[in-house]
């Protein structure tokens, strides 16, 4: 594709504007940031505006402009699973997580790990809890990453050989450094800059795309009657509605997800954004039909786009669309929001990811009398080999659906919902039988993904019926079955089990630092 100078130079304006931000945002809501509480957890300090927007950019991401309208542009309306999903997952939310943040805050807690080592006592299974917890960050990260490529590409900016990943690796570099010296404020901070430039994009796409196209019926008049939801296909609809249930349970265990959970003020700014944040899933709704759009003007028979699409598949089909319909400045800045939209939750991610090692397998296996400056120095060096592990999922799994890479680390970290979620109102599973069902679930979800070469729904036969299922609901319905029959085994023995939580600590503490914007 010709070089498009015009929309690389608005895109470029916007990525420096956000990498300022990202720098001078050290300098917000001041604290020391060579403690890890103030680097990774931005102090526990964000009300409840800032607390929407860091959710919304953590949670609504590359993965959402990119893989979902990828999915319905190739597979059609299954792609659609992720909005109810968004919708079911806040009553959840507001119901368990002012329990964690309560706990978390009593106890001092930086990750969901701490709270499985104190409330269970059992080092290994926190160990556990934290490795899955990188692991499944990884192709996450890689995931945004994706998207930050395909539409550098769309610019025209092509590259060969050694130098092909060289767009990412700045692009890297920048979010390094600015996660580096800022922690958790640097994406707060852009996360508010992010989102309201997706909106303006979203918005000035689903008024002006159907126009061009002739109106909303012709959008889906172009869907081909084999990318819908059938009546006669059972596994089409057993994969959907596992793939919505599966990914809504897997949601709020992802360390990004927890992180900003805690860093929040209060129990009350939880419960607000579990309220306000279905916004974004209006959003993601109007973003999903993207990809509907995308068929209605035909971009894949272009021939503009032929080397585009064999390179990138179907995650090329929004900026295909948006460099079709839109002027070039449009287009730059509409690059930029899926650009910037990818940096904030990436950044978030690395975070979290070098909080739970630092807390529980550094401190706790490496240096326990380590001090919180060299803890706090841990995390940073930390988050960028977390930035490092996502290049190579990029590098060496396919991902001709950008989405797979978030479906395969919802395969892996469904398995801590046993233990955190569970966890949070009864310390009656055993933390033994607990490891063994994270263990024996981890392995069977890899394996039938690996069998798949990497893809997320199985296809169950039964009696001659073939079902699809989301991996992650088989292989977490063999975790729940292991903990809770084990657990009955080994809590026979009448063996004291720890826990050094209180009941209290789950009510405690309504607002250090209020709940103020």
């Known amino acids: 594709m010709p070089l498009n100078i015009t929309a690389l130079v608005v895109f470029i304006f916007f990525f420096a504007l956000v990498t300022f931000i990202g720098f001078a945002a050290a300098n917000w809501k001041r604290g020391d940031l060579d403690q890890l509480h103030e680097w990774g957890l931005a102090g526990g300090k964000f009300g409840t505006l800032i607390t929407w927007f860091l959710l919304g950019g953590d949670l609504y991401t590359a993965y959402t402009f990119i893989a979902v309208p990828a999915l319905a542009f190739g597979a059609g309306a299954l792609a659609f699973f992720a909005v109810p999903y968004t919708i079911v997952v806040y009553p959840f939310v507001f119901i368990v997580f002012p329990r964690l943040w309560s706990v978390a805050r009593a106890r ?126 059972l596994g089409t609809y057993t994969g959907y509605a596992t793939l919505f249930l ?128 060299a803890e706090a120095r841990t995390a940073k060096t930390m988050s960028l080999m977390a930035k490092v592990g996502a290049l190579l999922f990029i590098m060496l799994l396919p991902h001709e659906y950008a989405i797979q890479m978030q479906l395969l680390g919802g395969i892996w970290i469904i398995h801590t919902f046993p233990a955190m979620i569970f966890g949070l109102y009864t310390r009656w599973l055993n933390s033994k039988a607990l490891l063994i069902g994270w263990a024996a679930g981890m392995l069977c979800g890899t394996w039938m993904a690996a069998s798949l070469n990497f893809q997320a729904i199985y296809p169950l036969v039964i009696g001659g019926t073939t079902i699809r299922v989301y991996i992650a609901i088989l292989s977490v319905l063999l975790n729940f079955a292991l903990s809770v029959g084990l657990t009955l085994v080994f809590n026979m023995s009448k063996r004291a089990q720890k826990d050094e939580t209180l009941p209290s600590d789950y009510f405690a503490l309504e607002g250090i630092g209020g709940g103020g914007h």
Not at 291 to 314: I, N, S, T, W
Request: with cysteine; net charge positive; hydrophobic share 60%.
């Open 108 to 233: 001092g807690y930086i990750t969901a790990a701490d709270f499985i080592r104190g409330r269970y006592g059992d080092r290994w299974l926190a160990l556990a809890i934290a490795l899955t917890g990188i692991l499944a960050t990884m192709p996450y990260i890689a995931l945004q990453l994706i998207g930050l490529e395909v539409v550098i590409g769309a610019m025209g900016v092509q590259l060969a050989g050694a130098l092909v990943y060289l767009p990412l690796i700045i692009s890297f570099a920048i979010l390094a450094a600015f996660d580096f010296f800022s922690g958790l404020r640097a994406p707060a901070a852009i996360a508010i800059v992010k989102d309201i430039m997706i909106y303006i994009t979203v918005f000035a796409a689903v008024i002006v795309i159907p126009y061009e196209v002739g109106g909303w019926d012709k959008v889906f008049a172009a869907v081909p009657s084999e990318k819908l939801l059938l009546a006669d296909n």
């Open 246 to 373: 599966g990914s809504a349970m897997a949601l709020f265990l992802y360390p990004h997800s927890v992180t900003g959970v805690l860093s929040s003020s209060s129990r009350h700014v939880i419960r607000r954004n579990a309220a306000l944040l279905p916004a974004y899933s209006f959003l993601l709704g109007l973003i999903a039909l993207l990809g509907f759009m995308a068929l209605a003007v035909g971009v894949r028979e272009m021939p503009a786009y032929a080397a585009a699409f064999k390179q990138y598949g179907p995650n090329f089909a929004v900026p295909a669309l948006f460099l079709q319909v839109f002027p070039s400045w449009f287009v730059g800045f509409a690059f930029a929001s899926i650009g910037i939209g990818a940096l904030v939750p990436a950044a978030i991610m690395s975070i979290a990811a070098a909080n739970l090692f630092t807390r529980n397998i550094y401190r706790e296996f490496i240096n326990p009398n380590c001090s919180p400056a």
